[in-house]
C-alpha cells in the first residue's frame, strides 16, 4: 500500500484504503451534512438533470433521442407506427413533443397504460447508463424519497400534494437498479 495509508473495513464486507494523511486522530471526525430524507427535484436547481425533460439525449435503437421525453412520447408509437415515433424524435422543444404527441393521440398502440410505466422505466434507466454525471447525481440521492414537485401533474407529479408522483418513484427504482448493478 502506498501512501502510508490503512485498510478501513466496510459496513457491508471489504475494505476501502484511507490515506494516512486523511485520518485525524484525536478529535472528532468531519463527515458530509445529513442527506434530507425528502428531496424535491423539479426544473430548476442542482436535480434538475434528473427529470425526464432536462437536456439530455438519449440512444435507442440506433436512434438518437434529444430528451428522455422524446424517447418516451416516441414509445407510444413503436413498433407498430416508426414514422410517427420518428416525427417525434424530431421535434425541436419538449413543448412541441408534447403538443404533437397528443396530436397523434389517435395511433397510440393499444397496450400503452399497461407498458407505460415500466417503459418510462427503461427509458430514465437508459438516460442514467449513458450519461455519468447524471447517475452520479442520482446515486447521491439514495436514500431519500424523490418527490416530483409539478403541482399541475397529479400523475408523474406531486400534485401540490394530492398527486400520486410516479416519476418520483421511477427515479428511486432506477436508483436501486443501477446501485443493485454496482453491487452496492
Known amino acids: 500500500m502506498t501512501g502510508g495509508g490503512s485498510p478501513t473495513p466496510l459496513t457491508g464486507g ?10 485525524r ?7 458530509a451534512p445529513p442527506l434530507p430524507s425528502v428531496i424535491k427535484v423539479n426544473g430548476y436547481g442542482e436535480f434538475s438533470g434528473l427529470l425526464h425533460n432536462s437536456p439530455h439525449s438519449v440512444s435507442f435503437e440506433g436512434e438518437l433521442y434529444p430528451t428522455a421525453l422524446h424517447l418516451f ?3 407510444k408509437f413503436l413498433p407498430h407506427r416508426p414514422d ?9 422543444s419538449v413543448e412541441e ?26 427509458v430514465l434507466y437508459l438516460k442514467f447508463r449513458q450519461h455519468r454525471d447524471l447517475r452520479r ?14 403541482s399541475r401533474d397529479l400523475f408523474w407529479g406531486d ?8 416519476l418520483g418513484k421511477l427515479l428511486m427504482h432506477v436508483c436501486e437498479r ?5 453491487g452496492m
Open 73 to 75: 412520447e416516441a414509445c
Open 14 to 23: 471489504g475494505t476501502i484504503s484511507v490515506p494516512s494523511s486523511a485520518v
Open 97 to 122: 413533443v408534447i403538443s404533437i404527441s397528443a396530436e397523434l393521440a389517435d395511433f397510440i398502440r393499444r397496450d400503452w397504460g399497461k407498458v407505460m410505466l415500466s417503459t418510462m422505466d427503461e
Open 25 to 31: 486522530r484525536g478529535g472528532p471526525t468531519q463527515t
Open 159 to 166: 400534485g401540490a400534494g394530492a398527486g400520486m408522483n410516479e
Open 137 to 150: 447525481l442520482l446515486s447521491s440521492t439514495y436514500p431519500a424519497k424523490l418527490v416530483y414537485v409539478e
Open 178 to 182: 443501477l446501485r443493485n448493478e454496482r
Open 84 to 92: 410517427l415515433a420518428d416525427c417525434i424524435r424530431q421535434c425541436e
